[in-house]
């Protein structure tokens, strides 16, 4: 067990309906939780979406879970969905849903939370799901390949293979539109990359790094149309861009 002053992290006791709060960490998997890490939500489905969710382990709410939804939504974790009890809590006229299911990713164990939403009658049929993005990859993952998906995310492949959601602090987002970086924030985070060697895989959103500025040849790209479009980018082809 190891102890961190700031790592407040809710226990939810569906019967007595309040939240308690504990200090807790899993050394395993390091320090999880909304004061660093930031939430990623994905609407819609891509191949690397696809892989993503393919590699995520079904398993019971836990403390995080609750974290990554409303307060009012958290009972809602614990209640199937129409599927499995047509009177569950989450049921909405016989066929539609609105429930939760909570899951693992094994690699990084990071909580993810889908949430279905299904009209009566099935016209609408969706899941979001909801996460928090790694604050860096793991001690011996190697930079491959940075992607950039149409659905709106950003990810981030090691060398033996392993698709990680971009390493994210304090939900400031990247991207050429939403989150609090910005293009910005994106170009931060190629040109430390690329000053590294591949080797600094971690946030851009680290606090001592807030003010570091973007290579200019970096930041005009991603805040282009061509950086718009879904594609892998290798270590050679953003030193490529980098170098105009």
């Given at each position: ?14 019967a007595a309906g309040y939240t308690h709060f504990v200090l807790y ?31 995520l382990q079904p398993c019971e709410p836990n403390t995080l879970h ?179």
């Amino acid at each position: 067990m190891s102890y961190q002053p700031r790592d407040l992290q809710p226990v939810y006791d569906p019967a007595a309906g309040y939240t308690h709060f504990v200090l807790y960490t899993e050394p395993k998997y390091g320090t999880v939780g909304a004061a660093w890490n930031g939430t990623v939500s994905i609407e819609r489905e891509s191949p690397y979406v696809q892989e993503w969710l393919g590699r995520l382990q079904p398993c019971e709410p836990n403390t995080l879970h609750t974290t990554l939804v409303e307060s009012d939504k958290i009972a809602s974790l614990f209640h199937p969905g129409v599927d499995d009890d047509k009177d569950s809590p989450s049921a909405v006229g016989g066929s539609g849903c609105l429930c939760f299911k909570s899951f693992m990713d094994p690699e990084f164990g990071l909580p993810v939370v889908a949430h279905h939403y299904r009209t009566v009658g099935g016209n609408i049929d969706q899941w979001t799901y909801k996460a928090y993005a790694p604050l860096d990859l793991r001690p011996d993952d190697e930079f491959y390949r940075l992607i950039i998906d149409r659905t709106g995310c950003f990810w981030i492949r090691t060398r033996d293979g392993l698709l990680s959601l971009l390493p994210e602090e304090n939900g400031r987002g990247y991207g050429t539109g939403y989150g609090g970086g910005g293009p910005t924030e994106l170009a931060q985070y190629i040109t430390r990359l690329l000053d590294s060697g591949g080797e600094d895989t971690a946030a851009a959103g680290d606090g001592r790094r807030h003010d570091d500025q973007p290579d200019p040849n970096i930041l005009a790209w991603v805040s282009s149309k061509d950086a718009t479009r879904t594609q892998e980018l290798t270590f050679k082809e953003l030193a490529a861009i980098q170098r105009g």
